[in-house]
């Protein structure tokens, strides 16, 4: 028979109701008739249903030499328990309440755990239910409606407006407005069109869409965010280590204590041996750290969930934790700290031959830059040429032959011996500090023009930055381009310091570079190309697309591609981890204050602890640490309107 600990609590705290009453009525000199009786056959159901298990665990680990919380259960109330039989047959005083009570009261602590864990599940069950049960799809000439599981990628499927749109996919006819909150918690409806992604579970309102289905089942990103958040709730944070650490010393140390208490009091203080037993009993159960236990869970489980409703995805307690300590963050800049949209703002030198060179080089690189420039010469109709040994130097620009010329288009950095004019610098030199990125377009050793192209900040990034900063934290841009140009953006957007001219490769290296100087670093990039400076981070956050979500590069990834996720992160962060320190020291000190009571130091003062109180105290200092995590679905994080 396997019970839930839910179900055990209340069929336990049922048959304890006549000791309830005994216990109530006893300063009246009531006697319930039979009470010795009743006791007697309710405390050995309870033992049976509910000490049993803690008896079976402190058995197996006092077979392998060890102590744990559930020895101090198990020695507690088996004491009181057997004691209590024998004291009945020999006509003296019972004491099943206390064997029956301190049962019950480590169960409501298991119990509420066990609830916290099955409300998590739920919660999660429900997002998943948030998938719509079925699709229209095309098959044989028509659309027809199919269970959800036989939608194949690669399927045209039509929504209308008000439905579910049933998995992730690419519109490719119609527009409508979209509404993405469960998955990003954005509440704004965002606005797609023909070539727009969409996500599965999310609402379609006012049009009707045909899309085709990219991801389906396991691969949505609606099942990765669950599969995500289950793992973090479960995962392990380093604190906790500490809380082993103490519950491997503390066992013994009680159990001793518990057998001095009981010495001394027998001994040297003149007790009965029944008093100076309760003595006992008192420590070990006051002792018992099951809240210990319950400090960094629960506050996991409910700050990685609180932070995946805001489109915030923690992966594991570990990362939570290093970033509760971050004091520098570095922002990479294209498409992170900018849309990573750049476009071509001017053209300097002869336009038509600068552009139809640039492009013709740029159609074969996958650079930002180079789509800049190859929608330019479209949009100005320049005819492409034909280029052979074409080239990518990274980090600097590309090279190829043009028409039998050396041709480069580049940063200064590819420039080598080519002569340049000194208009070409000014002229150079003044894009730059309009924010612009320039690029050289050469033939042979002469500069033919300059190429000016801008990606302007997010409108988010400002407000993002200036939060981080309000928290005392460092900000620093990262950026390949050149040093004119970073500094216009940061300054542009508030951010403290700049490190540019950078290549791709170095990028991991100035990261390490601020952490040898003692700081302690989080890298938020965009998660394609930058997986080796967001493993090296302290904490590395990935910015999603809000469609597409880089699961394996960093240690926290922002499903929106927005910088204020950056703040929510490390505000959940600090909020989880500050509480999980608060769970602990709320735990640790009812053990502290309540072991020289339950010793008897306070008799003197009238101060003592009966096994029951002992086990209600106990069972608080649970229930506390518990309602304190969940409080967590309530405290204040910036730009989370969403209530909990
Ligand atoms: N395909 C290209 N066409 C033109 N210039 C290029 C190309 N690739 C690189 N460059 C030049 O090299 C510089 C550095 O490129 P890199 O890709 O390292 O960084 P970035 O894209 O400018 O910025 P970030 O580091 O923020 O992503 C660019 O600013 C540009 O001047
Ligand atoms: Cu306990």
Known sequence: MKLSNIKRFWISFILAIPMLIQMVAMPFHWMMPGYNWIALITTTIIMAISAAPYWESAWAAFQKHNANMNTLVAVSTSVAYFYSIFAMFTGREVYFESAAFVTIFVLLG?????????????????????????????????????????????DLIRVKPGEKIPVDGVITDGSSTIDESMVTGESMPVAKKKGDAVVGSTINSNGTIIFKATKVGKDTMLSQIVDLVKKAQTSHAPI?????????????????????????????????????????????????????????????MVGTARSARMGVLIKNGEV????????????????????????????????????????????????????????????????????????????KGIRAIYQKQNAFVGSEKILKDAKISQ?????????????????????????????????????????????????????????????????????????????????????????????????????????????????????????????DIAIDSGGIVLVQNDLCGVVRALDISKKTFNRIKLNLFWALIYNTIGIPIAAGLFVGLGLTLSPELAGLAMAFSSVSVVSSSLLLNKAKIAGDSKKA
């Open 110 to 154: 298991d119990a509420m755990e066990e609830k916290m864990h099955d409300n998590a599940s739920n919660a999660l069950a429900k997002l998943m239910n948030l998938q719509a049960k079925d699709a229209e799809v095309w098959r044989n000439g028509e659309y027809i409606k199919i269970p959800l599981v036989e939608v194949e990628v690669g």
């Open 240 to 300: 906790q280590n500490i809380t082993d650490k103490i519950s491997n010393i503390f066992v013994p140390a009680v159990l001793i204590i518990a057998i001095l208490t009981f010495i001394i009091w027998f001994a040297f203080l003149g007790a009965t041996a029944v008093e100076a037993m309760l003595f006992a009993v008192s420590v070990i159960v006051i002792a018992c750290p099951c809240a210990l236990g319950l400090a960094t869970p629960t506050a996991l």
């Open 423 to 547: 208009e070409i610098i000014e002229q150079a030199a003044k894009l730059q500090s309009q924010a612009k990125t320039v690029v050289y377009v050469g033939l042979d050793t002469t500069i033919i023009g300059l190429i000016a192209i801008q990606d302007t900040p997010k409108p988010s990034s400002k407000e993002a930055i200036a939060e981080l900063k309000k928290r005392g934290l460092k900000t620093i841009m990262l950026t390949g381009d050149n040093e004119k140009v970073a500094a216009a953006i940061a300054n542009e957007v508030g951010i403290d310091q700049v490190i540019a001219g950078i290549l791709p490769t170095e990028k991991a290296r100035e990261i390490k570079q601020l952490q040898s100087e003692g700081r302690k670093v989080a890298f938020v990039g965009d998660g394609i190309n930058d997986a080796p400076a967001l493993s090296t981070a302290d904490v590395g956050i990935a910015m999603g697309s809000g469609t």
């Open 320 to 395: 939570l934790e290093e970033a509760s300590d971050i004091d520098t963050v570095v922002f990479d800049k294209t498409g992170t700290i900018t849309i990573g949209k750049p476009v071509v703002t001017d053209i300097v030198g002869k336009q038509d031959e600068v552009l139809t060179i640039a492009a013709s080089l740029e159609e074969n690189s996958e650079h930002p830059l180079a789509a800049a420039i190859v929608n330019k010469a479209k949009e100005a109709k320049v005819p492409l040429e034909q280029i052979t040994q074409f080239h990518a130097v990274e980090g």
